[in-house]
């Protein structure tokens, strides 16, 4: 069972899940010398994101990305690299290094290799990974009706990011597997709103994509939520 942290405001939640990362950032940087923080896009981060990059902690040792990227421009509106940009890598958050999920190829899956690479800069396991849900019961960009979903999902995968059309949702995206956000010390939840509480409840008995987080017993998952 994983736990809930439930809030009565959105605000209240979103400086508890900033400050519960900075402090997971902070216990890296500490015994590791590093950290490192991979975040969803989607509208709900946005203010646990400016929240977050003016926590005070050693922005210089952190490298963070992205649980996964629609395949567009990084000055595209849905861009989430666009998003992390313009609202955590601000202020005291400036100092860290950005790993982008985009390359200049024409697809996700002739840009896979490229920005797979990349991510042999990042401090491996995550010292947190931020996710979020879709009315769908997706996550990261593991959409039910995704042809290689079973992929995505396999634990035994040994690649840290797949290319996948969603089928349901806009633009081809890049997104980490299973296998690699389970490399994390630990995985937030951040949703709101009583229909997606309800979709996470219903997760395992309508096997959602969600619900492979939810069911694995290896690396700590709390759900933050707030109406
Ligand atoms: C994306 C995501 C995705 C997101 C959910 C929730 O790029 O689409 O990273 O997994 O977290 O779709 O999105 P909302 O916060 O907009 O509801």
Known sequence: MSEWHNYSSREELDRALAEHIAQRLREDIDRHGSASLAVSGGNTPKNMFAL???????????WLTLVDER??????????ERLVRENLLQ?????????SL?????SATLGLAEVTARLADLPLPFSAVILGMGGDGHTASWFPLAS????LLDRDNPELLGASDPVTAPHQRITLTLAAVLQSRDIAIHITG???RTVLEQAG?????????LQ?????ATIWWAP
């Open 52 to 62: 977050l990059s003016r926590c005070e902690l050693d922005w210089s040792r952190v």
């Open 71 to 80: 395949w567009v421009p990084p000055a595209d509106k849905d861009s989430n």
């Open 91 to 99: 202020q005291a958050a400036s100092r860290a290094h950005f790993v």
């Open 102 to 106: 985009k390359s200049e190829h024409n």
């Open 148 to 151: 290689n979903l079973a992929q």
């Open 194 to 196: 009583e229909d997606k």
């Open 205 to 213: 008995d309508r096997d959602y994509p969600i619900a492979a987080i």
């Open 216 to 220: 694995q017993q290896h690396i700590p």
